[in-house]
């Protein structure tokens, strides 16, 4: 069982975050979340296959053509859609 220190260390140092299905479209959670995130001292790695830019970020059509390490994975899809 991790302790509430231990939570806190993996959820607010900064990470690098793929972030799945990060959209284009500014007024969707899946764009300003990861924004607020990255205004926060995050890296953002968008995983966006209709994009090749999003807030200035280089998108990956998938998560393996990410090269570099991934601390967490924020899935903006349904469920139907995530293997």
């Known amino acids: ?12 140092k900064p ?6 299905g990060m959209s284009t479209n ?6 300003y ?3 607020f995130l990255q205004s926060h001292g995050f890296q953002i ?3 966006n296959p ?7 970020c280089t998108c990956h059509a998938h998560l393996d053509d990410i090269e570099q390490r ?8 349904s469920s139907e859609q995530v293997p």
């Open 33 to 35: 979340v990861p924004l």
């Open 45 to 47: 790695i968008p995983v």
């Open 70 to 77: 991934i601390d967490i994975l924020q899935v903006f899809r």
């Open 50 to 56: 209709g994009a090749e830019t999003i807030a200035g």
């Open 15 to 20: 990470k690098t975050i793929a972030v799945y």
């Open 26 to 31: 500014p007024d969707k959670p899946s764009h």
């Open 1 to 12: 069982m991790s302790t509430d220190m231990e939570i806190q260390d993996i959820l607010w």
